[in-house]
């Protein structure tokens, strides 16, 4: 069964600084990785996708993620954190046989400080 | 349009009642999903819809039954829920291997 971890409850950055929110998952085969992002109160956004191809993905708002096969990893990234870019963010995987089942990690709260 | 519409926003029922949760997507997306959040948590998927027939139960109550009409709606069913049912109720659609477009949710108080 596929699996997603994220290690960090909450990640603190200053605005301006480069943020990172990690991700790694567990599936049998090649992965479909998504991050989404959730306001208070409100539904999950869809930031960007890993289906296949280039390991660097570009997504929604300035941020870009990373897969890499060898860690297992496919971490968040923005080089310039914004103070409305605080919320919590969650990474997403399906499996290529039991793709039905999107799967979510624990979540982790970024706040960005002014 | 990437807008899934989930009605109504706000939900209280008392645990005899039986109340009816609305999701609706005009995306052409065959994969349908009920979710269930927990404040600080994780959605937890509850059910998914495939070609309108439903695909998984992840053993889920029987006080909560899912309902496919068509393609573009998914209905909730509730009945004789328990104070712990109250959450976030999340409702989704995709393309079947594709990312998931979420509703805003409907925010469920049992009493």
């Known amino acids: 069964a596929q699996s997603v971890a994220q290690p960090e409850d909450q990640v603190n950055v200053a605005e301006g600084n480069p943020l990172t929110v990690k991700c790694t998952y567990s599936?049998?085969?090649?992965?479909?990785l998504f991050w989404y992002v959730q306001y208070p109160n409100r539904g999950l956004q869809f930031l960007l996708k890993?289906?296949?191809?280039?390991?660097l993905v570009k997504g929604s708002y300035g941020f870009e993620a990373e897969f890499n096969k060898s860690q297992t990893s496919f971490h968040l990234k923005k080089p310039s954190a914004l103070v409305s870019d605080s919320a919590l963010y969650f990474c997403?995987?399906?499996?290529?046989?039991?793709?039905?089942?999107?799967?979510f990690g624990t979540g982790t709260r970024l706040l960005v400080s002014p | 349009d990437t807008e899934v519409t989930q009605t109504p926003k706000h939900l209280v029922m008392g645990m005899t009642n039986k109340k009816s949760l609305k999701c609706e997507q005009h995306m052409g997306h065959r994969a349908m999903y009920w979710y269930k959040q927990k404040a600080k948590k994780p959605p937890e998927l509850m059910f998914v819809y495939s070609y309108e027939k439903l695909s998984i139960n992840e053993s889920v109550p029987s006080r909560f039954s899912p309902e496919c009409p068509n393609s573009s709606l998914l209905n909730l069913h509730l009945h004789a829920l328990q104070p712990e049912d109250s959450a976030l109720y999340l409702c989704a659609s995709s393309q079947l291997q594709s990312e998931a477009f979420f509703g805003q949710g409907t925010r469920l108080t049992v009493v």
């Open positions: 997403a995987v399906r499996d290529r046989t039991g793709f039905q089942k999107l799967v």
């Open positions: 599936v049998s085969g090649n992965p479909y």
């Open positions: 890993y289906i296949t191809g280039d390991n």
